[in-house]
């Protein structure tokens, strides 16, 4: 059985105005037509719904209890209808997003302000996880979009560059390098450093670069940025971290200083999952990340 919604707002509207004229004036059909569709609505259940005599219209026991049933099914097309046209209007809806702790310390979260403040009724949820994990989130659904510094299979994910963060020395304040303006990757010979974990996106991208510098490993590898910050600041070593990342490892004893060469940048991909649309608030907070990607690049 299969029961259009034309049929109920036929039935709907009959029993509300007990008059076939005004039931069609409603439906916007004409009189011959309404009745055609109530007697199929009645054909297709194999019950009466109306009495009719040539002046009034009832309803049958048996449409009474279908008049229950047609309620609930106009009242959720109704709610269905008003929730799909909140959220296509931006005022009901949800934004997951996957970034790693560099980017949702404070990068992201500015975006997301701006955001919220332009559509604030629509939900935010942040995963602040590792890049393998963004990507899983959303390989798996759970994250609408992720900003990651590793772009994923091309397969799987649609990813598009943001920008090219900036790498950034951190040394102790008292470090002979730490007054500079900027340095060199050169500058950087058998100096003591403290390596952030091999799985992270930090040691992936400075591993690219790193290796002709000819620092000396100190055998200390975190995960943690603030770990790395607090090392630093007791003297055990320098780093490179991303500029997002600085807030994480900043503190007393800590001085940064720019890294002045082509290679010392981490790309940042803005990522969704291939071949799958955006709900409409995902895809407004998408639009934003992006038209601001490329006011940047204007300037």
Known sequence: MKLSGRLIDAFLALEETRHFGLAAQRCHVSPSALS???????AQLGMRLFDRDTRNVFLTPEGEMFLLGANRIAAEIRS????????????????????PPSMASNWLPERMALFKSRFPSIELKLYDVVSDQCLDLIRQGQADIAINAQPGNAF???????????????CHSSHALACRSWVSLRELKKQ???HTIRSGSVWQHVQTFLGPAGVVDTGLEVSQLSTLGGLVAQGFGLSIVPQFALALC??????????????????????????HSLSAAAQSFYDQLMLEAIDSKNL
């Not at 055609?36 to 009645?42: D, M, T």
Request: charged share 30%; aromatic share 6%; no cysteine.
């Open 36 to 42: 055609q569709s109530i007697s199929r609505l009645e």
């Open 80 to 99: 269905t209808l008003e929730e799909v046209s909140d959220r296509l209007q931006k005022k009901a809806g949800r934004v997951g997003m996957a970034a």
């Open 156 to 170: 799987e994910v649609d990813s598009k560059i943001l920008f090219n963060e900036p790498m950034f020395l951190i």
């Open 192 to 194: 003591p450093y403290i």
């Open 250 to 275: 900043m503190r007393n004893g800590v001085a940064a200083v720019p890294i002045k060469d082509k290679k010392a940048v981490r790309p940042i991909y803005l990522i969704k999952r291939k071949n």
